[in-house]
T-cell receptor, first 118, second 114 residues
Framework: GAVVSQHPSWVICKSGTSVKIECRSLDFQATTMFWYRQFPKQSLMLMATSNEGSKATYEQGVEKDKFLINHASLTLSTLTVTSAHPEDSSFYIC??????????????FGPGTRLTVL | AQSVSQHNHHVILSEAASLELGCNYSYGGTVNLFWYVQYPGQHLQLLLKYFSGDPLVKGIKGFEAEFIKSKFSFNLRKPSVQWSDTAEYFCAATQSGGYQKVTFGIGTKLQVIP
């Protein structure tokens, strides 16, 4: 199946700094990628849909100025957490659709990035 | 609003016991349904999916799920679990057609005792 990678797998940063997380589709081109956030003992919450060459679509309640998404190529989307605070500490997961999979809406998930803000 | 609910948040079973994890969705129209598994320290992997046709779907590792439209359910089953099935299981749904947003259930943590 299609492979999605994320980098870094974990990051610790100081409050007030910005952190960039990369999501790559390794063996397919993804026009659409998704960013999720997973809190402990909770499900994945969709943050935004990242579209190659256009602005991301954010879910209600997600601050677009805080969580900057860039999808500059068909294989790379980045999520930048700006001015991070301890409450931003979470597990961030990206996923991508393989356009060749048709209308199945199946998503392929990255391994996730654990962000800890001190 | 579209939602997916999983009834069992934490299940503990002995090896060889049978498993059934409940999943209900609230979507209008035609839906695509998924079960994902997340093993400890690993990323989400697709177990099985339903789009149309036979409502009994077979997935990897001996898992199956049955789509019952009248009950808006898509329960996951396995006749005999193994210790290696210890993981978190997520049910997910999306409207079918085009690129649709996927909604996940809260997840069920399965612990299999040897």
């Amino acid at each position: 199946g299609a492979v999605v990678s994320q980098h870094p797998s974990w990051v610790i940063c100081k409050s007030g700094t910005s952190v960039k997380i990369e999501c790559r589709s390794l063996d397919f081109q993804a026009t659409t990628m998704f960013w999720y956030r997973q809190f402990p003992k909770q499900s994945l919450m969709l943050m935004a849909t990242s579209n190659e060459g256009s602005k991301a679509t954010y879910e209600q309640g997600v601050e677009k100025d805080k969580f900057l998404i860039n999808h500059a190529s068909l294989t790379l989307s980045t999520l930048t957490v700006t001015s991070a605070h301890p409450e931003d500490s979470s597990f961030y997961i990206c996923s991508a659709r393989d356009p060749l999979s048709g209308s199945t809406n199946e998503q392929f998930f990255g391994p996730g990035t654990r962000l800890t803000v001190l | 609003a579209q939602s997916v609910s999983q009834h069992n948040h934490h299940v503990i079973l002995s090896e060889a016991a049978s498993l059934e994890l409940g999943c209900n969705y609230s979507y209008g129209g035609t839906v695509n349904l998924f079960w994902y598994v997340q093993y400890p320290g690993q990323h989400l992997q697709l177990l099985l999916k339903y789009f149309s046709g036979d409502p009994l779907v077979k997935g990897i590792k001996g898992f199956e799920a049955e789509f019952i439209k009248s009950k808006f359910s898509f329960n996951l089953r396995k006749p005999s679990v193994q210790w290696s099935d210890t993981a978190e299981y997520f049910c997910a749904a999306t409207q079918s057609g085009g690129y649709q947003k996927v909604t996940f259930g809260i997840g069920t943590k399965l612990q299999v005792i040897p």
